[in-house]
């Protein structure tokens, strides 16, 4: 709720005036050609890049934990909540994908896109996690981010920023930092551009008051994929997949998020998770399909009651696995909480083949490997090989981690668990377990064959009526 | 030879000061003949008497800079070890450290009482000094007590220890109760420990009596020990590659460990020291309790090098934290071929839980972990790059960290092509230059303040257990928050007609 960090650096700067000085036009570059072929000590020209393009909204809004969990009163649940939300319903803030909202009109890239008031009308209808965002190298990003105001706390006139997590080499007007750079006020929006050139998973957050707006649900994960094609995880052979499943992990402390509801401080040394998260879902909600928060309709999978597409319509995104056997399996874990998770696949061996973005299988490139031509892979090093075989993964707040497993043949429908170790995670006032109900727990799902081909990231489809 | 060597050390310690030339034609003088060290002969007709000695007796490096690692390289004398019928000359090196009682500040304005380890007879200060020195040194720490408890030191990952002259090792055993993991110093006496650095790398140094309570209570500090391959070996015919990879100060690149994964820009070395405080144990120590209920144990500040953000931010030594005499900006020069040398960043975990820092701008390439350098078995380079470095309770990690401006925006020749906000629709913040563009200073609206002096970037890193960037449970200030200052190349400071302070000076 403060604005920014106060700033007691001792030293000060005079601002100067702009003064640029025109005589050096050609001194960008003086060091082209230095290492020939290879960034970064040229200046590439990226107008003919594809250009992918997303538009989100940070707002406020009402999402539900799932029916079976026991309440925490008088935090959760918020007795304010809505009605879609079941009587389990909490306040977060979080990034609304309002991409294929009418909204844009003359030249996108000058910003020149009022408010239209179907864009206005998501105010309140934040959703969590973020959608999934995604490129690959060669492509041209472009994220738009709009600042709807907080339709519940109109007191708080909180600006908003997207910050990349990970993104190597990042200038500071695009990392989304506002001590550093800027932040869009309400009512505004700003467009971020990237150029990716490393492939892997990473995550993206505002960074505006971050511990408050991070944990209440600004956030979201978004991966690069590899010049090498749309089923690889890198640019080696070892990473191709048949489907992608990707996870952002989180814990959510509902007196957070019942605080912020009603106008109450948080102090932050009294952080208390309640519940651990993958993709904004607890278990068993988990495997349920993914919403369209536009339509409150399910986008995928087999149906489900309207009650669940109602009730899940804001916090969208499914975290179920599905496999034909023999098919590799991409699993991405990226972690914006703010405690350590241990995630365990009992039963299916996965290749750690990647992490923080960087892949760790044998010819992975150097530390000081320039950057290569946009659309280019990097060049092949020579470091050692450090991809491991496990059935559990640990990582911290801020990590990822990908890992590939290949589906075994089943002849019937067989279920693998994929679970926090911290997964019976709500309890009552008394302290009684929750069942897991709560938990960051999943299901990893095998079918002998006949899953359709996957048309998007955690795509689940239906093999006679299952998924 | 231990004349020799006092005397190079005096002549090395009075051209230290700022009056660059003669300094600087001794360092080039000194770079040239390290580069052909196992040629000793030419060494000695070229320079004369003394610069026969191993490099690390004598002390080229700078004594107080105002960002960076300050290192403390304690009293080097040579001295000759004669094992058998050989004889070879060995640094003896050491140090005093007195354990005192004092007052640091926090970013929110509280004043915490705490323990540590000042040099010498110096005041007060958290945490304690960054002992240095080299691979093969005989290391000598005297502790001396001024508190009014027995206290001790642990050298965590060094072998060998000894107490007094005898292995250094808890009291107490399986009977107990322990009181000391190491020969404690009582009240008012000292204690005196001695070692050889037997690998390079970054080491915690902290108390090892009631540890729990005296590491919080601020008993701790850092021993980096840089590599060093004895002159004899680099002086036979066949040297070993080892040679290649040792520290120099004269050098303008340098090494973490001995193999040439760990290469670093010597004006970029830094150290980030984490540790956390709970306010409520500190307060009831100072009102003279002597224990502590763990299970009330909350920590609300954290820092790095003993500050809170922003407060970190300040230069070494600077006249507002008097008893906190370490800043964690990390500031380094964009990557270019003329720059062509990565950072360091040594990491210790003082505190009681992992903590996941993340420097934002770029990964980080770890290459070394608890003192040992991240190689295969084959020798094959095993360091990983990290968008997020977890360090564990008690963990070092050395990491190397540079940035390149890989999409090279800049507005005449390459512009981000996206608007740039007018001011009334934008908020700004006070390190942000003003412009998407390296170098590019521009004025910031009416009214606010600007930090930036020449067009650089400020990155954040910190600590992603959000948790633990704030102070007293507030957001939005204090904690395990740092900057990382990029600043614009040569030729983009030329372009803009600006002029950044040189990182390390």
Not at chain 1, 143 to 172: C, E, K, M, W, Y
Not at chain 1, 212 to 239: Q, W
Request: charged fraction near 15%.
């Amino acid at each position: 709720m403060s604005q920014l960090h106060h700033p007691r650096m001792g030293r000060r700067a005079f601002l100067k005036a702009a003064g640029v000085a025109t005589a050096t036009a050609t001194a960008g570059l003086a060091f082209k050609g230095v290492l020939p072929g290879q960034s970064p000590y040229k200046l590439a020209d990226y107008s003919g890049l594809r250009i992918k393009r997303y538009h989100i909204a940070a707002t406020d809004g009402w999402i539900s934990m799932p029916t079976q969990t026991n309440p925490i009163p008088p935090f959760f649940p918020d007795p304010d909540a809505p009605d879609y939300t079941a009587g389990r319903g909490m306040y977060i803030m979080g990034f609304r994908d309002v991409t294929s909202y009418a909204g844009f009109v003359g030249d996108k890239d000058k910003g020149e896109f009022p408010l239209t008031p179907a864009i206005m009308d998501q105010k309140q209808k934040a959703q969590l996690t973020a959608p999934i965002i995604y490129t690959q190298v060669g492509e041209d990003l472009r994220l738009h981010l709009t600042n709807l105001g907080l339709a519940r706390r109109p007191d708080l006139v909180d600006s908003h920023t997207i910050h990349f997590h990970g993104f190597p080499n990042q200038v500071v007007y695009f990392d989304g930092v506002p001590d550093n750079s800027v932040a869009a006020p309400i009512g505004r929006t700003l467009i971020y551009r990237y150029i990716p050139e490393d492939p892997g998973t990473y995550m993206f957050h505002c960074h505006f008051d971050d511990v408050e707006h991070v944990g209440m649900g600004l956030r979201g994960i978004c991966f690069v994929l590899p010049s090498k094609g749309t089923n690889y995880a890198y640019d080696y052979d070892e990473t191709r997949f048949d489907r992608q499943f990707a996870f952002l992990l989180t814990e959510e402390d509902p007196h957070l998020h019942y605080n912020d509801a009603h106008l109450q401080i948080n102090d932050f040394s009294q952080y208390a998770p309640a519940f651990t998260l993958m993709n904004g879902r607890a278990w068993p909600d988990t495997i349920q399909p993914n919403m369209d928060p536009k339509t409150g309709n399910q986008l995928d999978g087999a149906p489900v009651a309207s009650s669940v597409t109602q009730r899940l319509r804001y916090n969208p995104n499914s975290s179920l696995i599905q496999a034909n056997s023999g098919e590799s399996i991409l699993i991405r874990v990226s972690n914006l909480g703010y405690q350590e998770h241990s995630l365990v696949l009992p039963g299916l061996q996965m290749r750690m083949v990647g992490r923080d973005a960087k892949p760790i299988v044998a010819g992975r490139p150097d530390y000081l490997a320039p950057p290569p031509n946009p659309g280019q892979p990097y060049v092949q090093g020579t470091r050692a090989d450090l991809s491991v075989l496990t059935n559990r993964i640990d990582l911290g707040p801020g990590e990822s981690r990908d890992m590939i497993f290949v589906a075994p043949h089943v002849t019937t429908k067989t279920i693998f668990p994929f679970y926090d170790r911290n997964d019976s995670f709500v309890h009552d006032a008394t302290g009684v377990s929750g069942d897991g109900f709560g938990g960051a727990r999943t299901e990893v799902h095998v079918f002998p064959s006949g899953l359709a081909a996957q048309a998007f990231p955690n795509q689940v489809n239906a093999v006679n009526g299952a998924m | 030879m231990a004349t020799e060597a006092t005397d190079a050390r005096k002549v090395l310690d009075a051209d230290s000061d700022d009056a660059a030339t003669p300094r600087r034609s001794f360092r080039a003088g000194a770079t040239r003949l390290r580069g052909i060290h196992w040629l000793p002969l030419v060494l000695v007709a070229a320079v004369g008497v003394g610069v026969n000695l191993p490099v690390r007796a004598t002390n080229l490096h700078k004594p107080n800079p105002s960002e960076g690692l300050i290192c403390s390289y304690g009293n080097a004398t040579t001295i000759s070890v004669t094992q058998g019928t050989t004889t070879t000359q060995v640094v003896s090196r050491s140090f005093v450290l007195t354990a005192r009682d004092g007052y640091i500040t926090t970013n929110d304005g509280n004043s915490i009482y705490m323990w540590s380890y000042a040099e010498g007879d110096k005041d007060f200060q958290y945490p304690g000094p960054f002992l240095c020195a080299y691979e093969g040194d005989q290391v000598t720490v005297t502790l001396r007590n001024t508190l009014k408890v027995p206290t001790s030191i642990v050298f965590t990952g060094v072998p060998g220890v000894k107490s007094d002259g005898a292995v250094s090792q808890p009291d107490g055993g399986a009977a107990g109760p322990t009181t000391s993991l190491s020969q404690p110093a009582a009240p008012g006496s000292s204690v005196t420990y001695t070692f050889t650095t037997a690998h390079p790398g970054t080491f915690e140094y902290a108390s090892g009596t009631d540890a729990q309570l005296q590491v919080q209570m601020g008993m701790v500090g850092g021993l980096i020990v840089r590599p060093s391959t004895p002159a004899a070996q680099c002086a036979s015919a066949t040297p070993p590659a080892s040679c290649a990879y040792v520290y120099n100060p004269a050098n303008a690149a340098n090494y973490a460990y001995d193999t040439p994964y760990s290469k670093f820009n010597t004006n970029t070395e830094f150290v980030h020291l984490f540790s956390e405080i709970d306010p409520d144990l500190h307060h009831w120590i100072e009102r003279g309790n002597t224990s502590y209920d763990w299970s009330k144990y909350n920590a609300r500040y954290f820092m790095i090098n003993g500050r809170c953000f922003p407060d970190d931010l300040a230069p070494n030594n600077v006249s507002n934290q008097p008893t906190q005499p370490y800043g964690a900006l990390v500031h380094v020069q964009a990557r270019t071929p003329s720059n062509p040398d990565p950072a360091l960043v040594r990491y210790l975990n003082a505190g009681l839980v992992s903590i996941p820092f993340h420097a934002h701008g770029n990964h980080e390439s770890t290459v070394g972990i608890d003192g040992h350098e991240l190689v295969t078995a084959s020798g094959a380079d095993a360091s990983l790059d990290r968008f997020d470095i977890v360090v564990a309770p008690g963990q070092t990690v050395d990491a190397q960290f540079t940035w390149v401006d890989a999409q090279s925006w800049q507005p005449d020749t390459n512009p981000v092509g996206v608007p740039v906000p007018d001011q009334q629709d934008r908020l700004e913040g006070p390190y942000w230059n003003g412009s998407p563009y390296l170098g590019d200073l521009q004025p910031l609206a009416t009214g606010r303040v600007s930090y930036n002096e020449c067009g650089e970037f400020y990155h954040f890193a910190h600590d992603h257990d959000l948790i633990h960037i704030t102070s007293f449970g507030i957001s939005g200030g204090g904690g395990q928050l740092t900057l990382v200052r990029v600043d614009p190349p040569p030729n983009l400071q030329a372009k803009y007609g600006t002029t950044c302070t040189v990182p390390g000076k």
